[in-house]
C-alpha cells in the first residue's frame, strides 16, 4: 500500500528495544518536526483554502502525537534528550532540484512529506509487530494508522496540483532514491535510523 521500494529488516526494531529512551526521543522530535513543517506549508501556501484546513488538522495531530510520546517517556522515568539531525529528511529534500516555480516546489515538498510519514508508518508497523510490551506495541500500531493518513493526504494533494502522471514520475524517482538510502540504514535507534 505504501509503495515503499525497501522493507525495513526485523534486526532494526531489536536496536531501537535496547535503545528504547533514544527512539521515543527522536521520534518526539520528529512528530514536533512534522508539525512545523504542515505549519510552514501553511505559512507560504495560505491562499490555498483546502490543503490550509488539512495541515493545519495535521499540525494539531503531530503535536498530540509529540505530547504523547514525551508523556509516555515521563511515564516510565525517562526524559527527553536533545534533538538531532535527521539527516535522512536532510538527504530527501536535496533530491529534486531548486525551483522557483511555486507549484513545482509545493509538490516536491508534499511528495517528500508523503515519503517520511510513509517510513515512519513502516517503521511504526515493523516495531509495534516486533515488540513484547504490549503498551508500546498498541501505542505505535495506532501510530503507524495515522501517519498512513498523512501520508495519503500529502499524496494526494501533490497529485492535485500537478499532472498525475507527472506527481507519478516524480513519486517513483523518489521512492527509488530513497530505497537507496535505506540500504545504508537499519543499524540505529532512530525512527529513520
Known amino acids: 500500500m505504501l509503495g515503499l521500494q525497501f522493507e525495513t ?27 512545523s513543517n504542515a505549519v510552514s506549508i501553511i505559512i507560504n501556501y495560505s491562499e490555498e483554502t483546502e490543503l490550509v484546513k488539512e495541515m493545519s488538522n495535521i499540525a494539531i495531530e503531530e503535536m498530540q502525537h509529540f505530547k504523547m510520546v514525551h508523556l ?12 538531532q539531525k535527521n539527516d535522512y529528511a536532510i538527504r530527501l529534500q536535496k533530491f ?3 525551483t522557483k516555480d511555486r507549484t513545482n516546489a509545493l ?36 501510530l503507524m494508522i495515522s501517519e498512513a493518513g498523512h501520508y495519503t493526504t500529502f499524496l494526494q494533494f501533490a497529485r492535485e496540483y500537478q499532472d498525475r502522471a507527472i506527481v507519478d514520475e516524480k513519486w517513483n524517482a523518489l521512492l527509488a532514491f530513497e530505497a537507496e538510502i535505506m540500504r545504508e540504514r537499519g543499524n540505529v535507534a532512530k525512527i529513520h535510523g
Open 107 to 142: 509538490v516536491q515538498r508534499l511528495l517528500i512529506a508523503a515519503l517520511i510519514e510513509a517510513r515512519s508508518c513502516e517503521r511504526f508497523k515493523v516495531f509495534s509487530e516486533n515488540m513484547e510490551d504490549e503498551e508500546l506495541q498498541k501505542f505505535y500500531k495506532n
Open 9 to 35: 529488516e526485523t534486526s532494526w526494531a531489536e536496536i531501537a528495544k535496547v535503545n528504547l529512551e533514544q527512539i521515543l526521543t527522536d521520534h518526539a522530535f520528529l512528530e514536533q518536526k512534522a508539525a
Open 72 to 83: 509516555l517517556m515521563v511515564k516510565r522515568g525517562m526524559v527527553l534528550g536533545r534533538e
Open 96 to 98: 529534486f532540484p531548486k
